[in-house]
């Protein structure tokens, strides 16, 4: 216990880091994950096309391959970014992907008709979408998004393998200075359950608030 | 073009057909830009030369990748048979009749669900040596892929079985079989042909997942890419090429899954089974093999 209590501070940075990467990330591959799914339904082919393709490359490739390939191989073209920005991108661009699959599973839910009906009264592919699809196929799938923010919070961890000091890599920085693995990572484990836990009770909330009942 | 593709638009007109063939022009021009610009990153850093791409067509350095996938395969094959077999385990605890049972492997689920596996591998290299556990390499890495991945294979297992219909558990009940019977011989045959695809995706993840190995130093295939690259020092060829390889192994398992799924559409949907489990026709002369 007393391993815990002596280095608050580290891993209270640990935890806040892990939070903001979190919600900066979930921003990201929430509007990511939008522009893409309409990217798929979109009636230009090429556009099909590139929506699909993000989604196979991304969802087909371990993160920590990504991660590595941006921390450490992209500098040697140039391309350099700080860490905590990479971490960011690459796990945004990468859930992005599953975010993706979600919110067109959620289009698909919405009734042909709708659809139908917006074009009827002289509706865009843009506005049909903004006004009448989205919000009806986002309601439909908020516990799967829910879902998909948790495993989030989990992959958040994997920056700590590219250097990223967030919660896992506070734990293992304190436990090996205090020899105390047990106390550590059951203190860091029960945070993460901890926000999970946060995370499924907001989506409980906004499902309860949001959800269409059929 | 399927029906889910369409719901945002009709047959285009002229009008559309014009705007379309406007979109697929500036979007080749975007993609074609976004190439170019690659490109010449790659050139002004001297990252195109021939040089720094010719070893990779070389068998040694092909030979060493694919040891390298032969190690993350292992892992993965490990990990899968391991994390199923307990997923099930767990799963049938959750549904079970005894409370404590059910408690005990709600618990675990819950619990493995939402910690990160690099936790589970830190736990694994660092505080479990403090207690006489030290495991051989390979076992460092999968046996905190197993934990975490039994609790996925458990809910997907769970979910699998509550959603067969109940009036097969009731059926096979009413015929007087045990709720063990009932389970291996009516519930599970059904529930495991109906989750195919799903357990094959787990399997992509969990493919995915091994590439934890380069925490571990397990040379599987990421972890042989970093210590190619080290004596090498082709970092974003190497890491190009084995991005490559984790893509069409993954893409070819998702794949797979599809096909499953639209097979199980077409031959396990409900409706379908029924008619085609129906048994023959009990006619003269038709006897039992």
Redesign the interface.
């Known amino acids: 216990m007393e391993a815990l209590t002596s280095h608050l501070s580290e891993l209270g940075h640990g935890l806040v880091t892990t939070v903001e990467l979190t919600v900066v990330t979930t921003v990201g591959a929430m509007l990511l994950g939008i522009v893409v799914a309409t990217l798929?339904?979109?009636?230009?082919?090429?556009?099909?096309a590139?929506g699909t393709a993000y989604v196979?490359?991304f969802?087909?490739?371990?993160?920590?391959?990504?991660l590595?390939?941006f921390v450490?191989?992209?500098p040697?073209?140039?391309?350099t970014f700080p860490l905590f920005t990479s971490a960011a991108i690459v796990i945004a661009v990468y859930e992005g992907a599953y975010l993706a699959e979600a919110i067109r599973a959620g289009?698909?839910t919405?009734g042909?008709g709708q659809?139908e009906a917006a074009?009827a009264i002289g509706l865009t592919?843009g506005q049909?979408?903004r006004h009448v699809?989205l919000p009806q196929g986002l309601r439909a799938v908020i516990q799967p998004i829910g879902n998909i923010c948790?495993a989030l919070l989990?992959?958040?961890?994997?920056a700590?393998?590219v250097g990223v000091v967030e919660l896992?890599q506070a734990?293992?920085t304190v436990?090996?200075v205090e020899?105390q693995?047990?106390a550590v990572?059951t203190g860091?484990?029960l945070a993460?359950?901890l926000l999970?836990?946060i995370i499924g009770q907001v989506t409980g909330l906004l499902e309860r608030r949001l959800a269409i009942v059929r | 073009m399927n029906?889910?593709?369409q719901?945002?638009?009709?047959e285009?007109g002229p009008r559309?057909q014009r705007r379309?063939r406007i979109?697929?022009v500036l979007?080749?021009i975007l993609?074609a830009g976004a190439v170019v610009a690659a490109v010449y990153?790659?050139a002004?850093?001297g990252?195109l030369a021939a040089a720094r791409w010719e070893p990779f067509t070389t068998w040694p350095i092909w030979r060493y990748l694919l040891n390298g996938l032969w190690a993350t395969v292992r892992a993965a094959a490990a990990t899968a048979v391991l994390s199923a077999a307990l997923g099930l385990l767990l799963a049938l605890g959750r549904l079970s009749t005894h409370r404590p049972l059910r408690w005990l492997a709600g618990a675990y689920v819950e619990?493995f669900?939402?910690?990160?596996?690099?936790?589970l591998i830190?736990?694994t290299l660092?505080?479990?040596p403090?207690y006489g556990l030290n495991f051989p390499l390979f076992w460092k890495l999968v046996v905190p892929l197993v934990v975490s991945n039994s609790a996925a294979f458990a809910e997907i297992f769970r979910s699998g079985i509550l959603a067969l219909d109940r009036g097969q558990t009731e059926a096979g009940l009413a015929v007087g079989l045990r709720r063990g019977q009932v389970m291996a011989l009516v519930v599970l045959p059904q529930a495991l042909l109906q989750l195919a695809p799903s357990l094959v995706s787990q399997l992509?993840g969990l493919?995915?997942?091994?590439?934890?190995g380069?925490?571990v130093s397990y040379t599987e295939l990421?972890y042989s890419?970093?210590v190619l690259?080290s004596y090498t020092h082709l970092?974003?060829q190497?890491?190009?090429v084995?991005?490559l390889i984790?893509?069409v192994v993954?893409?070819s398992l998702?794949k797979f899954a599809r096909v499953l799924q639209a097979r199980n559409g077409r031959f396990g949907g409900r409706r379908g089974r029924r008619t085609a489990e129906l048994p023959p026709p009990l006619l003269e002369g038709n006897t039992p093999r």
């Open positions: 798929r339904i979109a009636p230009v082919p090429l556009l099909r590139i196979e490359v969802q087909n490739l371990p993160l920590l391959a990504l590595v390939l450490f191989a992209l040697t073209i140039g391309i289009i698909n919405v042909v659809a074009r592919f049909s979408l699809i948790i989990m992959n958040t961890s994997l700590a393998a896992t734990a293992n436990n090996l020899a693995p047990i990572f860091a484990g993460y359950m999970a836990l | 029906k889910t593709q719901i945002l638009f009709d285009p559309a379309i979109a697929t979007g080749a993609l990153q790659f002004s850093h990252e619990i669900r939402t910690v990160p596996t690099l936790l830190y736990v660092f505080a479990l403090q992509v493919l995915k997942d091994t590439s934890l380069f925490v990421l890419g970093q690259s970092l974003i190497t890491f190009l084995v991005a984790y893509l993954n893409a998702s």
